[in-house]
């Protein structure tokens, strides 16, 4: 799937692709309205429906992602409840076993992420994220979401990297879609972001690599290309299918 000799630098999105995006869904979905209905007095059916309706109004914006934005909407202390169910935050399967790999490589690796820093230092303080890795960028540090490709023009000019010798492995398809805009060309799309959930389908399965876990992007596993031709997307995706499920 990687050549991983041709490999300069390898950028990670953090949940939903190294870390189990089942806490911030839990958070989301189910903390957080159960909080807000006794808060507010309303029923939790009631509160699930206006939270999810102010959450579609800034879907792939930076305020979908600011802590400060929903803080100031809802009256309440975020990361305050954010830090009441902190024991569900975990990696995903092989995520350890791969930032552990690539320390033996000759590559870059860094964090890049929608997530709010305060957010991130939630999850560092509780597993140390960012001791696997070299660097790591918060879309808030450039006021620009992912899904925005002058975001990643404006991370160019902070941190070098050469998007021909770069992959990019993030489960969100609008943020690999700005990313190829760019013109990173290695583009891998975990499809368990979630592991509480079932499999999440790709809307390209032409543009994006798509992975069951992260164990496929093992040095000893990966099916090894030197030119993107070689085996194509979909023939990868379709194999792929058809493979077993990524074991704990």
């Known amino acids: ?45 009631k509160t699930k429906n206006w939270l999810m309706a102010q959450f579609k109004t800034k879907y792939h914006s930076l305020d979908f992602y600011c802590i400060d934005h929903w803080e100031a909407l809802l009256g309440v202390d975020i990361i305050a409840l954010k830090k009441e169910i902190n024991h569900m935050i975990d990696f995903l399967p092989y995520a350890q076993d791969l930032l552990k790999q690539l320390t033996a490589l000759p590559v870059k690796t860094a964090i890049v992420t929608n997530a709010h820093r305060r957010t991130l230092a939630i999850k560092d ?19 620009l979401p992912k899904e925005d490709p002058e975001f990643w023009s404006a991370l160019a000019r902070t941190y070098s990297f050469n998007p021909a010798t770069t992959v990019l492995v993030d489960d969100n398809e609008r943020v690999l879609a700005s990313a190829a805009s760019f013109g990173i060309q290695q583009l891998v799309m975990p499809l368990k972001p979630d592991s509480m959930r079932p499999l999440q389908k790709m809307r390209q399965p032409d543009e994006f690599i798509g992975i069951h876990c992260l164990s496929e992007l093992l040095h000893n596993k990966a099916v090894r290309i030197s030119k993107p031709g070689l085996i194509s997307r979909r023939k990868y995706n379709e194999r792929k299918k058809k493979s077993g499920k990524c074991k704990n």
Do not use: R
């Open 125 to 143: 303080q509780v597993i140390q994220i960012t001791d696997y890795v070299d660097e790591d960028f918060c879309s808030h540090d450039f006021q």
């Open 1 to 45: 799937m990687i050549d991983w000799q041709a490999i300069e630098t390898v950028l990670f999105d953090m949940d939903g692709t190294l870390l189990d995006l089942h806490y911030d869904n839990y958070f989301w979905l189910e903390h957080l309205p159960k909080f807000y209905a006794k808060h507010k007095g309303w029923t939790e059916t």
